[in-house]
Each structure stands twice: as C-alpha cells, then as structure tokens.
C-alpha cells in the first residue's frame, strides 16, 4: 500500500521566509500528487497537481512543488510567504489512473508571524 | 458550481445519541469520500462511494458507524451511539472519479460529543 509522508508537523517562520514542506511517498508505479491547503476553520482546497509532464508545478498563490521521482519526493515551495499563508498543508498521492483513493499525510502545520 | 455541501456545520450533543451527518456532491460527481480529521490522527478516510456504491469501508471505526448514499446527490454518515471519542471534523468530499481529478472537500461538519 501506498503511503505519504510529511517531514514537518510545525513550521513558523516570519513573513518573507522562503518555505519548503517536504512530502515522500512510497509507491514505484505511476503517480498523481496534490497539494492542498486548509485555511483554519475552512476545508481542504486544492493548491497544486501533478500528473505527467513538467515536474515543476506552478499551484496558485506563488506556490509551486516540483516532483523528484528518483526521490519519491513531491516538496512545496514558495520564495516569500506572507501572514496569510498561515493554514495546514497536506500532500496526497494516489495511483495514476482508475478510480484510485488518494492516501493524505498527516499534515503539516504552517504558522507565518507578520 | 455550488461545490460539496454538508450539513450541519456544527453538532453538539450528548453521548449515546444518534449524529446524523449529510453530505450533497457537486452535480456529475460519481465518487464520494468521508473522512475524519482530528489532531491525533489527522486526515482519516472512513469510507468511499463509487456511482453510489461502498467500495471500501474499512476506515469505518466500529459498527456504531454507518454509510450510506441512497442517490448520486445524497450521503449521510450516521453514528449510533455516539461517544466523546467520536468528536472530529467530518469531511465529505468527492470527484468525477476519473482518476485523474482532485477531490472537492465540502466545509465539514465539527462534531462534539459531551
């Protein structure tokens, strides 16, 4: 079974900081991969996908994630964050193809002070 | 597009009563997912729907926890009885199921039980 792991739990940075969440996963087939972000008291939105091509991924909001396969790393970035980054990130990753189920990590907690 | 839509936003109630949550898909959605989120263990997928069928329900807890979809525009997610353990955040979410979509996440439904 596939799996996701999410390095980080908590990151607080100030604004401006450059991020980097990392995400590895562990399957050797053909992947999907998301990025989502929950804004507190809000639900999972979508923040960036991967499915084939370039694996340098522009998301929305200036983020970006670049997919590593030689790594099984799927990591998100952004140069300068700002306050109103502040929220949950989770990576998720699913077999390409078919009526898979994505599998999510647990999460990673962002906190950015003005 | 009115997105996933679940009801109620909140629910508190006592232990050993019945919670009811419900969930409407966005319309052409064939794939329907509940998952649960709590600090401890994050984002836990309960079970999923494929064209209004349980395709896996092994994330179910117990049997105090049933599914349902009796229509491709209607889930409910029951708990009967309910304990203080059960509260989360219920999340419904779903996707055309064509494998190469991301999930759409409803609003969720913050459960407490006393």
């Known amino acids: 079974a596939q799996s996701v792991s999410q390095h980080n739990h908590h990151v607080i940075l100030s604004e401006a900081a450059s991020l980097e969440l990392g995400c590895n996963y562990s399957?050797?087939?053909?992947?999907?991969l998301f990025w989502y972000v929950q804004y507190p008291g809000q639900h999972l939105q979508l923040l960036l996908k991967?499915?084939?091509?370039?694996?340098l991924v522009k998301g929305i909001k200036g983020f970006e994630a670049e997919f590593i396969k030689s790594k099984f790393s799927f990591n998100l970035r952004k140069p300068s964050v700002q306050w109103s980054d502040t929220a949950e990130y989770f990576c998720?990753?699913?077999?390409?193809?078919?009526?898979?189920?994505?599998?999510f990590g647990r999460g990673t907690s962002l906190i950015v002070h003005p | 597009d009115a997105g996933v839509i679940q009801s109620p936003r909140h629910e508190v109630t006592e232990m050993g009563q019945e919670v009811t949550l419900r969930c409407k898909p966005i319309s052409g959605h064939n794939s329907l997912f509940w998952y649960r989120q709590t600090m401890m263990r994050g984002l836990e997928l309960l079970i999923y729907?494929?064209?209004?069928?349980?395709?896996?329900d092994s994330g179910m807890p117990e049997d105090r926890f049933s599914a349902k979809m009796p229509n491709a525009s209607f889930s409910t997610l029951k708990i009967q009885p309910s304990e203080p353990r059960d509260s989360a955040v219920y999340f419904c979410?779903?996707?055309?199921?064509?494998?190469?979509?991301?999930?759409?996440f409803g609003d969720g439904t913050r459960l407490s039980i006393l």
């Open positions: 399957y050797g087939g053909t992947v999907n």
């Open positions: 729907f494929n064209n209004n069928v349980p395709i896996d």
């Open positions: 998720a990753v699913k077999k390409a193809g078919g009526s898979y189920i994505p599998t």
């Open positions: 991967y499915f084939s091509g370039d694996p």
């Open positions: 979410a779903s996707t055309t199921g064509t494998g190469d979509q991301p999930q759409h």
